[in-house]
T-cell receptor
Framework: NAGVTQTPKFRVLKTGQSMTLLCAQD?????MYWYRQDPGMGLRLIHY???????AKGEVPDGYNVSRLKKQNFLLGLESAAPSQTSVYFC?????????????FGPGTRLTVL | GQQVMQIPQYQHVQEGEDFTTYCNSS?????IQWYKQRPGGHPVFLIQ?????EVKKQKRLTFQFGEAKKNSSLHITATQTTDVGTYFC???????????FGQGTELSVKP
């Protein structure tokens, strides 16, 4: 099992460009999450999904959109990238959202917006 | 809003010394999780604590959940270079399933 995979691993964008980050999991998890990680700020939740066809806003959703058309995939989109979106993006999934809800993380995507 | 604070932000130790990181929540938590992130890597789940006053051990790592379920600690005995990384605590956000992460404690170990 590959667990949680993310593509691409690295990306450089110019301000105003758009892109989509892809997350895939093969653990049949219902719940998936997108985080961004910035120095000294830990992991902040952008959006999450509690099942196929559902999405919800997290702590820092502005400037991002997501879609969960298939249970195994969770896409994060940036419609018009800004330098403030330079960050490392992690996708995660979990079997549950209540007790014993450990999250499994992907390897991350390092995004630079110039 | 709900906050999870971790201290210290950085800790530099000599190999063989002990290390402790502390996690404090502004609200009572139903449970707390700990994750480790190696340099350049991704967070990896270590443990979950559920009960008030719970103590769990994993080899040289000891995890505690406070009696009031608002704080937690991770203690590493006799650090090794393999312990290098950032340790995060995380608690459920507004008692729901989403997690709110502390800022992390970055541990460096000098051989």
């Amino acid at each position: 099992n590959a667990g949680v995979t993310q593509t691409p691993k690295f990306r450089v964008l110019k301000t105003g460009q758009s892109m989509t980050l892809l997350c895939a999991q093969d653990m049949n998890h219902e719940y998936m999450y997108w985080y961004r990680q910035d120095p000294g700020m830990g992991l902040r939740l952008i959006h999450y999904s509690v099942g196929e066809g559902t999405t919800a806003k997290g702590e820092v959703p502005d400037g991002y959109n997501v879609s969960r058309l298939k249970k195994q995939n969770f896409l994060l989109g940036l419609e018009s990238a800004a330098p403030s979106q330079t960050s490392v993006y992690f996708c995660a999934s979990s079997y549950s959202m209540v007790l014993y809800n450990e999250q499994f993380f992907g390897p991350g995507t390092r995004l630079t917006v110039l | 809003g709900q906050q999870v604070m971790q201290i210290p932000q950085y800790q530099h130790v000599q190999e063989g010394e002990d290390f402790t990181t502390y996690c404090n929540s502004s609200t009572t938590l139903s449970n707390i999780q700990w994750y480790k992130q190696r340099p350049g890597g991704h967070p990896v789940f270590l443990i979950q604590l559920v009960k008030s006053g719970e103590v769990k051990k994993q080899k040289r790592l000891t995890f505690q959940f406070g009696e009031a379920k608002k704080n937690s600690s991770l203690h590493i005995t006799a650090t090794q270079t393999t312990d290098v990384g950032t340790y995060f605590c995380a608690g459920p956000y507004n008692q729901g399933g989403k997690l709110i992460f502390g800022q992390g404690t970055e541990l460096s170990v000098k051989p």
